[in-house]
């Protein structure tokens, strides 16, 4: 496991310096949200807010223990770990940012969980060609139920760039074949988990076509607050993982 994130703190205001780390990293961590307004602010100064199910007007989903029946699509409401996921993988176009912001930490546990899925594309190029075959096979997946979208864990896009798309919980069903190589693509997400204890006021930016995020268990009254959006076109923010890192045999 790998415990480390390059790149440091950056102050919520510092808008250049956002998007230069997004632009390079497909992650910023991020300083100085004491509230929602502030998660707001700096997902607007970068992007356009995209409404989620769950959230309110303004775009800003509150999450928070409701009770531990809560799961499926409504986990986050709960105190239960959540596996490595992207946000909204059941519809055809999903968000490519998530903005997040830490108002109360928890008594115990919370930790996020994060991992870059450009470093698992290529461990899997490497170690296990076979399986990244698999899991780039069109129409493998279907994401979100009866209703969702039916895709692949990786899809190459926009001149070859290459988005991933995951979930792991009761809402998803693999072919036979990606779930013969589920138990592998899951030993490499774990090689590359970063784990990150946000204090109140801390938080971060992620791309959401790039990266895998989660979180530990826990207890107490823990508060986050959420964000969907899509980069700001003029920004020239762009997201997935980058040509350069794909495999040439897939």
Known sequence: MDNRVDGGWITADDESAVVGALSCRGLVLVEGLADSADLLRLARSVATVVPHRDSASDGVTTLVDLGSDQNGAFAGFSSCALAPHTDRSGVANPPALLVLGCSQPATSGGQCVLIDGQAVYDTLAETAP????????????????????????????????????????DLVQFSPEVSRWLPTLRAVIDQHVTELDLSAGQGYVLDNH??????????????????????????GIRTGIPTSARSSAV
Do not use: K, M
């Open 130 to 169: 076979d399986a990244l075959t698999a899991l780039c096979a069109r129409r493998s997946v279907l994401f979100g139920g009866a209703s969702g979208h039916l895709g692949a864990v990786f899809t190459e896009y926009d001149g070859g760039r290459v988005t991933i798309r995951l979930r792991q919980d």
């Open 210 to 235: 790039r990266w895998l995020h989660g979180r530990r268990a826990f207890t107490g009254h823990r508060v986050v607050h959420r964000v969907n959006a899509n980069p700001l076109p003029h920004l």
